[in-house]
């Protein structure tokens, strides 16, 4: 069975700090997918990163950074010197093989205070 | 910048009532989802779709819940009856393809259930 645990519910930073959400998933396919989004209180889920299961390579996008260890089934998303806007929650998702499904994890809420 | 289009933003009904949403996927993507997030949660896959044929519909309460694309572009899905537990927001979500690429939200229809 799939499943992503983000085992922060919440969190609460003020602006400036550096924060890290966790992310932790299990699978058996050697072939998959993972994914972070952000929801901020509109709604809709906005695409942030998509790493596959071959390519361990950390990525760092902006004031974004993601580290992909397999060997702890992790994939954690870092926010350097966090803004307000970043205020929104943040799902953790996997999709295995060539399924497209996205199975999330409970989403963590992150509050940057100024 | 295209975007996955629903309507309503928001719907309250009563129970035993039918509901139905629409959804439009970004133009010439094939593949097409429903998820529901019921608050505090994570979203979960209702149904998918690849054109016009239905690829998984594991999750979907099939005594209550059907959804169809009938031309393979837009989509609804419609819930008879409603009941209590049915609130949640429904998103709908697109991709080119379901083979290892990032789906696009669209803003999702909140529904209350009364």
């Known amino acids: 069975a799939q499943k992503v645990t983000q085992a922060q519910t919440e969190i609460s930073v003020v602006e400036k700090e550096d924060v890290t959400l966790d992310c932790v998933y299990e699978?058996?396919?050697?072939?998959?997918?993972l994914f972070w989004y952000k929801q901020p209180p509109s709604g809709e889920l906005v695409f942030l990163i998509r790493?596959?299961?071959?390519?361990?390579q950390n990525e760092i996008s902006g004031r974004y950074s993601w580290n992909f260890q397999k060997s702890t089934s992790s994939f954690n998303f870092t926010i350097t010197a966090s803004q307000v806007v970043d205020s929104a929650v943040y799902f953790c998702?996997?999709?295995?093989?060539?399924?497209?499904?996205?199975?999330f994890g409970q989403g963590t809420t992150l509050q940057v205070k100024p | 910048e295209a975007e996955v289009a629903q309507s309503p933003r928001y719907k309250i009904t009563e129970k035993s009532q039918a509901v139905a949403f629409w959804c439009d996927p970004i133009?010439?993507?094939?593949?097409l989802y429903w998820y529901r997030q019921i608050l505090g949660q994570g979203p979960e896959l209702l149904v998918q779709?690849?054109?016009?044929?239905?690829?998984?519909d594991s999750q979907l309460p099939k005594d209550r819940f059907s959804a169809e694309r009938l031309k393979g572009v837009d989509s609804t899905l419609k819930i008879q009856p409603a009941e209590l537990g049915d609130s949640a927001m429904y998103l709908c979500?697109?991709?080119?393809?379901?083979?290892?690429?990032?789906?696009?939200f669209g803003q999702g229809t909140r529904l209350t259930v009364v």
């Open positions: 699978t058996r396919d050697t072939t998959y997918y």
């Open positions: 979500a697109s991709s080119p393809d379901r083979v290892n690429t990032e789906a696009f």
């Open positions: 779709f690849q054109d016009e044929s239905v690829v998984d």
């Open positions: 790493r596959n299961s071959f390519d361990e």
């Open positions: 133009s010439g993507h094939a593949t």
């Open positions: 998702a996997l999709s295995v093989g060539n399924t497209g499904k996205l199975i």
